[in-house]
């Protein structure tokens, strides 16, 4: 079913190491979603173990990780505080049988069709996101309840060791590779707090993250269709949202590190994460862009990396709760923003002048978007805009070139691609009140690519008719030909020399 991918004792102790590294920053991120979702800490907790264990088995992409995720907190908060987390759990089963569906039906490959510029919006708006998540802990717990933002000594501290880290992480490859940056950064700032007994934040100041193994857990909710009505809607979003940020996570881990992930195993992996979640207690989650590219730039690239991420995050619930709640916060802020330094496309800002200016409209848009509302609600307006500025650019190619031949016919060569956008003006080309009784309109360098541009063709051989004047349309698709049912056999289609293509229309003659 899988490679754990190692074949030697310095791959194996690299991939470890990098795991361990990534649990260590998994644990406050489950935590804080978990909170934003309504839910108990160990809940989120859960949810990062399980969905990162069997994403990292069954998934399509080796090195990425995957748990328990904003963009997925937010849509689940108004379900458990109208519900209860347990319509929570049965949502998220629901979402993880949509999400396998999808990878069986190979949806996966649709993510092909995401813009260059949607890319760029979406990582730069998700560092900016990862970035302003790292905000709420220069806040502390004030006796009475409430939080209020650090100053003095507090601030600081805690910005000084944030600085410590991304140095450590920074200079320390310089010197070796042989242990992760971020897990020394890590390890060096927590013996600075512990060995001086400083005053800063640290994990357990957060929650208490003691536990025992999930257990199996049928969701106590009726089961009836009003209680699929209700979890439709939210699992119909959480499977989008989840294979919208995996896949477009698994995207960019290939770009990084040049190979290919398969989209639709990545489907029914995080498919797969999610049933056994919501049957287990857990949130559900989809793959982590922030603890993804620690990963990556810790040196994981392998599954076992992601697993053993999973198998120490558990281990943590279970056995070293006391150890990790020590941990300074300031360390995991620090990591988080090396992350950020490293997800945003600082070479769009460049290029932002040079490239089309709708373009760099869909950029900021996406990156706004994403900001303001989630990632997949970004996804899809950028590449609708995106979509809609392809269609009017191409629209306004289309144009005729007229000449009579040797026959005494009119003869009109076509240019351009024939769709819903360019429709209008491909009507307003001609007049058939001017011209003479024997026309002929070349379709040999235009191509008819939908149901719209059928439809206008139709409704063009249909004025000619309707003046008593014969219409030769050649090269059309014998497709193309077939729709036309306004003008019947009335016009002569030449099919002698007809391209071989498929018409995107939803009828047929």
Known sequence: MFQLGCA????????VLSGLTVALALVPEAVAFAFVAGVEPLVGLYAAFMVGLLAAIFGGRPGMISGATGAMAVVMVSLVADHGVEYLFAAVVLAGLLQILAGVARLGKFIRIVPHPVMLGFVNGLAIVIFLAQLQQFQVKLPGGGHEWMSGQALWVFSGFIILTMAIIHFLPKFTSAFPASLAAILVVSGLVIGFNIDTTVVGDLADIKGGLPSFHLPAV?????????????AVILAAIGLIESLL???????????RGRGNRECVGQGIANT????????GGCAMIGQSMININSGGRK?????AAALFLLSFILFASDLIKDIPMAALVGVMFVVVLGTFEWSSLRIIKKIPRTDAFVLILVSAVTVATDLAIAVVVGVIVAALAFAWEHARHIHITGYDDDKGSRVYELSGPLFFGSVKSFLELFKPENDPDDVIIEFQNSRV??????????????RYIKLGKKLHLRHLSAECRRLLTKAGD????????????????????
């Open 490 to 509: 009335l016009v002569e289609v030449n099919v002698m020399e007809d391209p071989n293509y498929h018409v995107a229309a939803d009828k047929l003659a």
């Open 303 to 307: 599954r076992l990396s992601a697993i």
């Open 276 to 283: 056994v979640t919501g049957l287990f207690g857990g949130m």
């Open 222 to 234: 009726p089961f009836s269709m009003g209680t699929f009505m209700i979890i439709l809607p939210y």
């Open 249 to 259: 996570t698994l995207s960019l881990i290939d770009e990084v590190t040049n190979t």
């Open 449 to 462: 690519a939908d149901h719209s541009a059928i439809e206008a063709i139709d409704t063009l051989a249909d």
């Open 8 to 15: 030697n004792r310095a791959c194996f102790q690299n991939e």
